[in-house]
């Protein structure tokens, strides 16, 4: 009789170790890409993932956006000017 039970025990684990997995729908996984077109990705050296088995986020895939941008500005009115101060004689390299 306790064959039994430890077989029930054992079944309700599997039963809610599947519940649970069921509850997850999506996998992460770091992979290695081996081919570029068709796409094919390597994950733990022993499965390859095709195009239509991943979901590529935009940081791997090439987008368009359109960005509107509006401002004002302010008219500013800058003068520049340079002074020289000369030292010594004109001509001269000598500086106090």
Known sequence: MLADATGLVEKIKKAAQEANEATKPVNVCFGEVVNKSPLEIN???????????????????????T?????????????????????GVYGSTTYP
Not at 67 to 87: L, S
């Open 43 to 65: 994950v733990e050296q022993k499965m390859t993932l095709g195009e239509k088995q991943l979901i590529l986020t935009r940081n791997v895939t090439d987008y368009m956006t």
């Open 67 to 87: 960005v509107t941008v509006q401002w004002e500005t302010e008219k500013h009115d800058i003068r520049h000017r340079r002074r020289r101060r000369r030292y």
